[in-house]
């Protein structure tokens, strides 16, 4: 099979690579490199790879793959927030012009990389895909406006499917330390302490960015008429935690490490609890490669043997949102 993965040099795009390439499909893959010399360690390149902006894609480039795979996208709330005009450039037009030209080019699957965020504020928890959505952030809007505006695009020849993913954790060669779990195992490697800006109460459903990977892969390959047009959560029920039972999966690990509430988020509005049955009904034969324990100490491990260090701690290297500041200029509508 022929696949066509955006954003394949990011920090779930690289794991994606690797596992299609080890499954025996042809890859290639559209990322514009804004992380360029921010690899953590060394990763599997595409057969074919361009280094561009998604945006600038024609029908052409999509012609003759069998599933799009869209992840580019400026990644999480505080990006998103950086500047909601180039948020929704990228992440809500970019998507669906990029849909409409997957479909004119007769591609017949979409897999569009969503997020969990669109829950924001929960009014309950354990939200499934027909709970109301409540984002809070125009990264999250981003992502309930593109499954709105493609949703239309479907028909018997072009599949779109939107996964909701969890919160991302874990290793990557494509390492980020702004998401909670990096972040708070991360600090404890540098400083010896766990840091929590929020008061640790809000909950978060956590799924490993291998596991994100490997779901679009599973996506690729189930019964379209299952998963036709539909949005689908993916994580595991097992895999929701408050804040602060991650730190002490993290303490866990790092016992040196104290924990402290700083506290200076103040009341983080983002609260919810996902359930994921109907990935398990959709798509049986997925199941999840980590729990948090597992992921966390495989981290664990990652960090020791790179010998993770304040300097990366209080640098760039590793944070979307430092590195992204100095190139915004290359994302302007």
């Known amino acids: ?185 991360a600090c404890a490697h540098a400083v010896g302490e766990i840091r929590i800006m929020s008061d640790g109460t809000p909950w978060r459903p956590l799924v490993h960015c291998s596991d994100i990977a490997k779901a679009f892969v599973y996506m690729a390959k189930a019964d379209k008429k299952k998963v036709h047009n539909k949005a689908i959560n993916i994580g595991g029920n097992k895999e929701n935690f408050q804040v602060r039972d991650v730190a002490n999966y993290v303490q866990e690990f790092m016992p040196q490490a104290k924990i402290t509430y700083t506290g200076e988020v103040g009341v983080d509005p983002r609260d919810y609890r996902v359930k994921f049955d109907l990935l398990n009904q959709l798509v049986p034969e997925f199941k999840l490669d980590y729990t948090l324990h597992a992921g966390v100490e495989e981290l664990h491990k990652h960090y020791l043997k790179k010998k993770f260090s304040l300097q990366d701690f209080k640098g760039d290297k590793y944070f979307r949102l430092r590195v992204l500041k100095h190139k915004l200029q290359l994302l302007n509508p």
Not at 35 to 57: H, I, M, N, W, Y
Not at 60 to 88: F, Q, R, W
């Open 1 to 185: 099979m022929k696949y066509f993965v955006t954003g394949h040099l990011g920090y779930i795009g690289v794991h994606l690579v690797r596992q299609l390439k080890e499954h025996g499909h042809t890859v290639t893959g559209c990322d514009l490199d804004l992380f360029a010399g921010c690899a953590f360690d060394t990763f599997v390149r595409p057969d074919k790879e361009l280094l561009q902006d998604f945006r600038s894609l024609t029908r052409k480039d999509l012609e003759g793959y069998d599933c799009v795979m869209h992840l580019a996208a400026l990644s999480n709330d505080p990006m998103g927030d950086l500047n909601e005009a180039i948020t929704y450039s990228v992440n809500l037009e970019g998507t669906v012009n990029l849909a409409k030209l997957a479909k004119e080019a007769d591609v017949p699957m979409f897999l569009f990389s969503g997020s969990c965020s669109v829950y924001g504020k929960g009014a309950k928890l354990d939200l499934a895909e027909e709970d109301a959505l409540n984002p809070v952030s125009a990264y999250a809007i981003s992502k309930v406006k593109s499954e709105e505006r493609i949703s239309p695009l479907a028909d018997e020849n072009f599949t779109p499917v939107y996964l909701r993913n969890a919160t991302a954790y874990g290793y990557s060669p494509m390492l980020r330390i702004d998401l909670v779990v990096n972040n708070l195992l």
